[in-house]
Antibody
Framework: QVHLVESGGGVVQPGGSLRLSCVASGFNFNVFDMHWVRQAPGKGLEWVAFIKYDGSLEKYDPFVRGRFTISRDNSNNILYLQMDDLRTDDTALYFC???????????????WGQGTLVSVSS | EILLTQSPAVLSLSPGERATLYCRASQDIGKFLAWFQHKPGQPPRLLIYDTVRRPNGVPARFTGGGSGTDFTLTISSLESEDFAVYYCQQRSHWPPLTFGGGTRVEIK
């Protein structure tokens, strides 16, 4: 059974940084692409970033490109999101999401963690 | 960026009734549309992908349809656990992957 546990959220001032982590278990992490998706308070879902199973490709929403970096440690089954130059509208619940496809690239969010809350406020 | 517009924003129905949710894309996305169910305090759940395909474990009362720019999610007979927010999402033209604004299905 897929299990994704996010951590690293918290309160940070505008311009600050946070690194989110997601520990994955219950599936072969090394062969699945991964995503980060967020939900601002009272709002809908917003895709943030994608990384291929081997780390060879990263894609970002234009709103975060240049400020956020997605990465992964396949030896320890961990997905990361480094968030720099945070803005108040980055405040959201951040979900770690396993892609549907294995080594076949589908770019389809499938299994979601419970999320970790990031609050950017002065 | 592909914009997805969902309607209605809120759907008020009784258990046992049929629900039809709509999603319109700003340009042709072929068959590459998915639907998610989201309940408060839970992570979203993938219900439908590639317009009509149901992942293992999703009940048959959930069916998807459409193509190109206009899509539907139909719940044939609402059960109590189906009252939630539903989002459509496209993977045809990315980045970015985009989601619709959501339809809340509430108990009448």
């Amino acid at each position: 059974q897929v299990h994704l546990v996010e951590s690293g959220g918290g309160v940070v001032q505008p311009g600050g940084s946070l690194r989110l982590s997601c520990v994955a278990s219950g599936f072969n992490f090394n062969v699945f692409d991964m995503h980060w998706v967020r939900q601002a308070p009272g709002k809908g879902l917003e895709w943030v970033a994608f990384i291929k199973y081997d780390g060879s490709l990263e894609k970002y929403d234009p709103f975060v490109r240049g400020r956020f970096t997605i990465s992964r440690d396949n030896s320890n089954n961990i997905l990361y999101l480094q968030m720099d130059d945070l803005r108040t509208d980055d405040t959201a619940l951040y979900f770690c999401v396993k892609d549907f496809g294995g080594q076949i690239t589908m770019v389809l969010p499938e299994s979601w963690g419970q999320g970790t809350l990031v609050s950017v406020s002065s | 960026e592909i914009l997805l517009t969902q309607s209605p924003a809120v759907l008020s129905l009784s258990p046992g009734e049929r629900a039809t949710l709509y999603c319109r894309a700003s340009q042709d996305i072929g068959k590459f549309l998915a639907w998610f169910q989201h309940k408060p305090g839970q992570p979203p759940r993938l219900l439908i992908y590639d317009t009509v395909r149901r992942p293992n474990g999703v009940p048959a009362r959930f069916t998807g349809g459409g193509s190109g720019t206009d899509f539907t999610l139909t719940i044939s007979s609402l059960e109590s656990e189906d009252f939630a927010v539903y989002y459509c999402q496209q993977r045809s033209h990315w980045p970015p992957l985009t989601f619709g604004g959501g339809t809340r299905v509430e108990i009448k």
